[in-house]
């Protein structure tokens, strides 16, 4: 269904001409002409809209790019990167199921993979992103049904090896679930690396001028859901007339049964004023990811000869243990998001923080704006001392987000905050 035809829907008439921009659908509802459609598009709710809670003419136009961008068959938005990590995995996972991921990943989703899921009655298995090809296969139980990832870590900046976990995860014919957030599919499109299932913060990059929360599920289509592990999906629906996903919709079982159970029941939908923003931000990705790469570069270079600085962690450097990994998968560049320990721990990271004029002290990242963030006392607070190690977490590491101003402020910012400390 093209836009015009979704902007028909509900109750909009374009002209002959294209809109410049994607038209914002303030609607909840949409309209039929008899009692027969309404039932119809309840069958079978590919065939039209039915409530703006699952599904709405502006959000699924960027749903379509986003999809395109990453080269995936689908996609469904979500009201916040979290609750694409949870439908990512409900979809798949019920009580009694477990799944693996590596360690170093965001600080909320760890919590909720460790604790939330766990009081749901599914279990997360942790492993070192680093583990060996035999160490991971030992991970697996029979009860395994994906595997998950961050392309970049956040803020660990680690370089998930997306064909090494692929290729294990297909031996035990489980799909595996990538968080793009950071690279965004400018700087890596994880599907076409063995990636079933991408995910997003797209409050981010996607965004990039932090004015809207959302997140987003894209599915590949690749994966094989009648290989006997995956019954909800080859059973029929009592939920929805019974209807048997794998034969109905073929490649799009995963993200149709998304829609249909999950958000038709949870209701996480961003509304088409959210998915306007974004759509703006869309269309400027491409040159941004380019200029957030070469200002990090050059701060992370100059962090890097700092004698006030312990280590540096981007994994553009040569000097990072993840570098060769970064130009397999990374080739265009690492984003913008570089954490690095400063001498003296915690305390100095504070005053050095509270010192920067440019860089704004917030719990935020992959902004237009230069933003800074000590993640042991804010985004990984929650986590014990074993956890943040585990995590890549030192008290004195700072995550800094490197914006898009002048490279010669975002230095002098840097010069003034390090002078601070004699």
Known sequence: MNIETKCLHAGYTPKNTEPRVVPIVQSTTYVYDSTDDVAAVFDDPTKSLIYSRFENPTVMAVEEKIAALEGGIGAMCTSSGQAASLCSLLNILKAGDSFIST????????NLFAVTLK??????IFVDPDASDDEIRA???PNTKAVFGETIANPALTIFDIEKFARIAHENDVPLIVDNTFPTPILCRPIEHGADIVIHSTSKYMDGHAVQVGGVIVDAGNFDWTNGKFPEFTE???SYHGIIYTQTYGKAAYIVKARM???RDFGCYP???SAFYLNLGLETLSIRMKQYCENAKI???YLEASDKVESVNYPGLKSNKYHALAEKYLPMGCSGVISFVIKGGRNAAVKFMDSLKLASNEVHVADIRTCVLHPASATHRQLTDEQLAAAGINGGMIRFSVGLENIDDIL???KQAFAALD
């Open 236 to 238: 029929p629906d009592e």
């Open 271 to 273: 509304s088409a004023q």
């Open 299 to 301: 701060v992370s270079e």
């Open 261 to 263: 159970q999950l958000m």
């Open 412 to 414: 002098n910012d840097l």
């Open 103 to 110: 360690t170093t990943i965001y600080g909320g989703t760890i």
């Open 139 to 141: 991970a697996f139980k």
């Open 119 to 124: 009081k749901l009655g599914i279990e997360c």
